[in-house]
């Protein structure tokens, strides 16, 4: 076994503090398309088994016997090859002891409660307030990344800034959200990517306000805001970068807009430091472009107030960032024992605990104009006075700004892990 692989084994053992527990880990199994017919969606396991075997092991199994040791109680089982599979599929035997033993194994300890984590597993009855226990200090002990997953991450960045690159070349007025995508997914393939890290966002004009719009086949027009949030994979580890850009001039409005949300990226991303509470770096940088907005025109009254009255939430209507790594948002969440808020402007935080070295965060301020914030009765009548309606209402159909880095938090500056994506209209 590797080292690092054993080193990260240990340091679960140690967080996890099970006592007596054993701790079970599943890989699940591969999900039949609908069609009935023997394909399966691609498979991939369970994100909780692979951070324990770095493999990925269609009905595999992670066990642990704290009494054997934090490094030698670990056993990873795996089911016999068929000789069908590997005629079909050209599947070798993983590295692992046979999945067959793992009855005999749990029968030698019988008696002992479980915590079962990852894909459930037949035939097993694990104990709920263990396996609860469990799964939240798992998951809290997956945020610091260790020299592993940020050496991929690097990777994933790399490969990530290619694909931007080539379809910033690509951009011009007449070429479709769709033609856009087929650049960039294509060039992350090209620089090594195993896939994208999830399926990416490409809005055009008013699409570009859509927080999750998957690209289609609207042409580019002049002038139109283009907003992309994609990221290349490797070996199950994810960038997930936006940037904004204008097809052709931007007007003097876009430009002021786009500055707002770049000033409060550049601040958020010095902010990202041990210690910093992330639902207080996102309402700094809330207040900052409520200001901005005010500045324009678009919003009226004391930037704090108008946060603290959740008015921003009309045109920054998410959290600021999240966690990142194995998975698109890897290990977010809440500290272990902190509730969710429930303040509307907090309520979408996707990330509420302090800062710490290790963390990969992404910081991604954005303001859009949205029909269906900005055109709701209830919304307009709660803020009346906070609004220049008549301004807004000329932008409905503007879409809007996103900025987004991955930034590795470090006991000195942070380091931004996709600096090298230019963040240029």
């Known amino acids: 076994m590797s080292t690092f692989l054993s080193d990260r084994r240990a340091r679960v053992a140690s967080a ?36 324990l075997a770095v493999q990925e092991c269609p009905g595999g199994v992670v066990a642990f016997d704290p009494r054997d040791g934090e490094r030698e109680g670990w056993v990873s089982f795996v089911p016999d090859v068929t000789e069908g599979e590997r005629i079909w599929e050209g599947r070798q035997q993983p590295p692992g002891v046979s999945l067959a033993t793992l009855k005999p194994w749990l029968a030698a300890r019988r008696g002992r409660p479980i915590a079962a984590l990852g894909a459930p597993l037949p035939d097993v009855q694990p104990d709920a307030g263990q396996t609860d226990r469990a799964r939240a200090l798992f998951h809290h002990v997956r945020r610091p990344k260790d020299a592993t997953e940020l050496a991929l991450l690097r990777r994933t960045a790399a490969a990530t800034a290619a694909g931007f690159v080539k379809l910033r070349d690509a951009l011009r007025p007449g070429i479709t959200e769709r033609a856009l995508q087929i650049e960039l997914e294509a060039e992350f393939f090209r620089h090594g990517a195993t896939r994208p890290g999830y399926g990416s966002i490409i809005g055009t004009g008013p699409n570009s306000a859509i927080l999750h719009f998957p690209p289609g086949d609207r042409v580019v027009r002049d002038g139109d805001f283009v907003l992309v949030d994609a990221g290349a994979e490797i070996d199950r580890y994810m960038t997930d970068v936006t940037r904004t850009y204008v097809a052709g001039q931007p007007s003097a409005f876009q430009r002021d807009l786009y500055q707002i949300v770049l000033a409060a990226a550049k601040h958020a991303i010095s902010r990202c430091v041990p210690g910093a509470e992330w639902r207080e770096v996102h309402l700094a940088a809330a207040v900052e472009m409520t200001a901005g907005l005010v500045a324009m025109g678009v919003m009226r009254g004391r930037p704090e107030s108008l946060v603290e009255q959740d008015a921003h939430t ?42 710490a070295p290790g963390y ?63 963040k240029t209209l």
């Open 16 to 51: 996890l503090n099970l006592g007596d527990a054993l701790l079970l880990v599943g890989a699940g199994e591969p999900i039949p398309l609908p069609e009935r017919t023997d394909q399966t969606y691609p498979f991939r396991a369970d994100a909780e088994y692979f951070y």
């Open 314 to 355: 009309l045109f920054f209507p998410h959290g600021l960032g999240h966690l990142v790594g194995l998975g698109v948002r890897d290990g977010s969440g809440q500290l272990p024992g902190r509730p969710k808020s429930a303040r509307p402007g907090l309520a979408t935080l996707r990330l509420d605990l302090p800062l």
């Open 360 to 422: 990969v965060v992404t910081v991604e301020p954005g303001l859009y104009f949205i029909p269906a914030l900005l055109n709701d009765p209830a919304r307009r009548e709660r803020f009346r006075d906070c609004v220049n309606w008549p301004l807004a209402e000329q932008h409905l159909h503007l879409g809007g700004v996103r900025i987004e880095d991955n930034i590795a938090v470090t006991t000195g500056e942070p380091e931004n892990l996709t600096a090298a994506i230019p």
